[in-house]
């Protein structure tokens, strides 16, 4: 089956502008993660939906960003009056459950999207 | 707070070559540790898991293992190619119900044929 998929794969913003990243998660997962990972450094995480629920948004950097996942399935990333220090790439991954075995909880990651804040 | 160190930062191996990346985490209380691959501009592919009642993962030419009570993993990659040239990352879930992933800075590989 298709893995996670991202769109784009690539913005580039003017600061002030609102930016809007999509995540489609693999069919029936429940769990869905954002991550921001800048150059040369591992992902950091942000925020986690346990399906449409956002159960823990305690690595969103302000509260300019903003997440939601209203039927359970499609995740959207909302950045709002972006700033040069919002340029990462900004991955989701998904997994089937949040708990249980390895197969359960394992997380599969996206390609990204690349933001770049002019 | 969870800090996750990954040695070396860079490593530049000749084709064949056995080696060992080596991961440590500051707080042992986790849940699962993950190990992932990620090529330049591209997402991270999961390598293996190993939940934390166990001490190893093998697939492929790939092994993990996991020491949790002295909180290390090294990912041992055997007959190194060229095409094993990326970053590997390792990642900690905590044990406290939290889902989110701390990862490490990652390891730069270059297999050199």
């Known amino acids: 089956g298709a893995g996670v998929s991202q769109s784009p794969r690539y913005k580039v913003a003017k600061r002030g502008q609102d930016v809007a990243l999509r995540c489609d998660p693999i069919s029936g997962h429940v769990s869905l993660f954002w991550y921001q990972q800048a150059l040369g450094q591992g992902p950091e995480f942000l925020t986690y939906f346990q399906n449409e629920a956002q159960l823990d948004k305690s690595g969103l950097p302000s509260d300019r960003f903003f997440a939601e996942r209203p039927e359970g399935s499609v995740s959207t990333l909302k950045i709002q009056r972006t700033q040069q220090e919002d340029s990462a790439v900004y991955l989701c991954a998904s997994s089937l459950r949040a708990s249980g075995g390895a197969s359960y909880n394992e997380q599969f990651f996206g390609p990204g999207t690349r933001l770049t804040v002019l | 707070k969870q800090e996750v160190t990954q040695i070396p930062a860079a490593l530049s191996v000749p084709e064949g070559e056995n080696l060992v990346l080596n991961c440590s985490f500051t707080?042992?209380?986790?849940?699962?540790l993950q190990w992932f691959r990620q090529d330049p501009g591209k997402g991270l592919t999961s390598l293996l898991l190993i939940q934390s009642s166990q001490r190893e993962q093998t697939s492929g030419r790939l092994n993990a293992s996991l020491d949790k009570s002295s909180g290390r993993s090294t990912l041992y990659i055997a007959a190194s190619q060229p095409g094993d040239s990326a970053t590997y990352l390792c990642a900690v879930r905590p044990d406290t119900g939290r889902r989110a992933l701390t990862f490490g800075s990652g390891t730069r590989l270059q297999v050199q044929p």
């Open positions: 707080d042992s209380a986790i849940y699962n």
